[in-house]
């Protein structure tokens, strides 16, 4: 992405003009470090308080824009703030966007970019609203991008280097290439592989990222405590985003792939992790009051799973009894167990 494409963005997003390939965009970029997030809301405060124009090119004056630019720029990339009355009168007026200005001020604003942003590059933004989403790409790799989640291909992907930006969930099955390992950043953990099969979820409003092997090996690093695991096969690795603490479960779950297999399977598992599964799968919030039945080993199968059918099945077998208590949640009371 380059440094003039970001301004861009910011400005239509100044005038709720952002497309929805944009809009992902511009939050793959603010999430790759806290510094570009810092850029994106300073220059959005400058673009924000940049006088506005009329819709004529005639009522434009293409040297006071570029004065105001450069008046800017003298002052380093810092907030601009102007007196309460012309604020006001800002407000009071009903202004369009004139693309004519904006080239104008886009050249005069394009040095404010800050230079931590280099040679960063993004050319292939790949998103998903309500749907899942199969990408197969240049290298031969196959991406399956669940609902609401966005991938991010750095520029010259599958030429000198294969690494990408992942916000949300994906299941990746990774091409071999001894040469160029396979790297996805997500929130501040970092996956390599060189060909293998793995699940990535990093629910932008969860509290943790789940990585989960299905072949090959992956090595997962937390970039905060900068620590690292190796996970082989039906392995996994928990990051939680707010200690920065990076876990590994050799255990893991084959229901981390479920919302692909459309299958929950449960083996001799712990009643409150079989919960746990459940309540990723449909997303989903369950109570179980009775601390003493979440060490209960509980097995089945259940293909095309429906939420209601699932816990009704869990409350026959522990004797519970199930109360919807929100449009999303619910609760397991009483129950017997040793």
């Known amino acids: 992405m380059t440094e003039n494409k970001i301004i861009e963005i910011l400005m239509k997003q100044a005038h709720s003009e952002l497309s929805q390939e944009e809009r ?7 999430g790759q470090s806290s510094k570009n997030d810092l850029f994106v809301k300073e220059n959005q405060l400058i673009l ?64 404010l970019v800050y230079s931590f942003l280099g040679d960063q590059k993004n050319t292939l933004v790949y998103t998903t609203e309500g749907e899942t989403k199969t990408i197969s790409l240049s290298d031969g790799s196959e991406v399956l991008l669940n609902k609401n989640s966005t991938l991010t291909l750095a520029d010259g992907f599958g030429t000198h280097l294969r690494d990408m930006d992942l916000t949300g969930e994906a299941y990746f099955k990774v091409r071999n290439n001894d040469n160029q390992p396979f790297t996805v950043n997500t929130s501040g953990v970092k996956i390599e592989v060189l060909g293998t099969e793995f699940n990535i979820d990093n629910n932008p409003v969860g509290d943790v990222i789940e990585v989960y092997v299905h072949e090959g090996k992956v090595k997962v690093s937390s970039l905060h405590s900068r620590t690292k695991v190796l996970l082989t096969a039906a392995e996994s690795a928990t990051y939680n985003k707010d200690s920065g603490t990076l876990l590994k479960d050799e255990q893991g779950t084959v229901n981390a792939t479920s919302w692909l297999t459309k299958k929950l399977r ?61 449009a999303n949640s619910y609760q397991l009371s009483g129950g017997k167990c040793k």
């Open 24 to 30: 992902a965009m511009l939050e793959s970029f603010r």
């Open 48 to 111: 924000t308080n940049l006088p506005s124009f009329e819709e004529s090119t005639d009522l434009f004056d293409a040297d006071k824009a570029l004065a105001k630019v450069n008046e800017i720029k003298s002052s380093g990339p810092k907030l601009i703030t102007l007196n309460s009355e012309s604020n006001n009168t800002h407000k009071k007026k009903s202004r369009s966007y004139n693309w004519v200005a904006a080239a104008v001020v886009l050249l005069g604003l394009g040095s």
């Open 266 to 326: 449960f083996n001799n598992i712990l009643l409150e992790r079989a919960l746990k599964d459940i309540e990723n799968h449909f997303d989903i919030e369950i109570a179980l009051d009775n601390d003493a039945c979440k060490d209960e080993p509980y097995t089945s199968l259940f293909n095309d799973p429906i939420a209601e059918d699932v816990l009704e099945t869990i409350s026959a077998v522990f004797d519970f009894q199930l109360i919807k208590s929100g």
